[in-house]
């Protein structure tokens, strides 16, 4: 269907309910979401809903792609997909919006994931951004969605989307994955525990602190928690908040071990019950170290790089130059570096600041 048509549907299913009669356009509309309006706890009003409903995917790696591709075929109206990174050779294993083309190319993750779903929806609106999610661009860049979904691989950037949700009392849902391990919780601010809650309390600890850079992290894992976090955002986004689960989930993929235990609001919590929103008051991250590989991230503030001018400029003392619209690439043995527009950049070959710092300030300058 085209998008104009697309818009004229949901238009005429704002202003009613579903009806053949007056939306003749619509017959594309339904025997395309045929099988999940025959669902009862869809029908024909709740895939309506979706078509107008939103949502912010943050970071597009495993759980964030395979989200993502759930709610484009599933017809979720408005979707915008946030990330810092670009595809590599070692995310084909798990990541399953991307091919070999987009690693060969080494296309940004939100720009090869947009391609991706537009292509299997394109009735649907489909924005991908690449860009770190910081305190300074949080409200940018969440503002305005019905739903947020975890697709993060830290927990700095977890507890950043918890202040935002609690302060602005959207739903978000968490998901992690790692080794054969996940878990995932629907976070209702105001109605359920906040990550906060799950986090900071004094008998907890976070639940996942190995990374995927020391234990890996298996595909079937990464599609199972987030067939759960689809499933809850369908059940969100379609009004049938009745359905959702209400429990931490916690699965092993290798052990067969599940999970389900009820979380509590912590009643001194931080962030839903003191408003201390400690995460969006954070001063500008300095360095990050990524999950996945030996990798240090820098970031600069609001800074616009010209990539082509700076690969004219470094062509003689680097090797590898390669670049593409989104960024530039290239190798001083044994350390490799992506810059991006915006002035961010990922060092590869080191997980010290000080080295990243000091080859920044060499090669693209302070
Ligand atoms: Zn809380």
Redesign the pocket.
């Known amino acids: 269907m085209a998008l104009w048509r697309y818009h004229k549907y949901v238009s005429a299913a704002r202003r009613g309910p579903f009806n053949l009669d007056s939306a003749p356009q619509s017959t594309e509309f339904f025997d395309r979401y045929s099988r999940q309006i025959l669902f009862s706890g869809i029908g024909k009003v709740g895939q309506e809903r979706l078509a107008s409903a939103s949502a912010v995917i943050v970071g597009c790696g495993a759980i964030g792609a395979s989200t993502a591709a759930l709610l484009a075929r599933a017809g979720v109206g408005r979707l915008r997909i946030l990330d810092r990174d670009f595809v590599e050779p070692s995310n084909l294993q798990r990541q399953s919006l991307f091919d070999e083309a987009d690693a060969r190319e080494s296309l940004p993750k939100s720009v090869a994931a947009e391609q991706k779903l537009r292509a299997f929806n394109s009735a649907i609106s489909v924005e991908g951004t690449v860009a770190d999610l910081t305190p300074r661009n949080v409200d940018a860049l969440l503002s305005g969605f019905d739903l947020i979904l975890d697709g993060t691989d830290n927990f700095e950037t977890r507890f950043l989307i ?1 202040d935002f949700a ?1 302060k602005h009392q959207r739903s978000w849902i968490y998901a992690a994955a790692v080794g054969s391990y996940g878990l995932t919780m629907t976070i209702r ?1 105001g109605v359920t ?6 986090l ?1 309390a004094d008998h907890l600890s976070p639940s996942v602190e190995e990374t995927c850079d020391t234990v890996g992290v298996l595909g079937p894992i990464v599609q199972l928690i987030s067939s759960l976090e689809s499933a809850e955002a369908l059940k969100l986004l379609a009004g049938k908040e009745d359905a959702l689960h209400g429990r931490l989930i916690s699965v092993d993929v290798w052990s067969g071990h599940f999970q389900s235990v009820a979380v509590s ?2 009643p001194g ?5 003191r408003h201390d929103f400690s995460y969006l008051d954070g001063e500008a991250q300095p360095h990050v170290t990524m999950c996945g590989r030996d990798s240090v991230q820098i970031h600069e503030r609001s800074r616009s790089l010209d990539l082509v001018a700076l690969g004219a400029r470094l062509g003689p003392s680097v090797e590898s130059v390669r670049q593409n619209d989104f960024l530039l690439r290239f190798r001083v043995p044994p350390y490799e570096m992506t810059v991006f527009a915006d002035g961010r950049a990922i060092l590869k070959g080191s997980q010290d600041p000080a080295v990243a710092r000091s080859l920044y300030a060499r090669f693209i300058g302070a």
């Not at 525990?193 to 799950?198: E, F, I, Q, R, S």
């Not at 919590?269 to 019950?273: F, H, I, K, L």
């Open positions: 918890n609690v601010p525990a906040c990550l906060a809650c799950l900071e609001r912590n919590c931080r962030a839903c019950d």
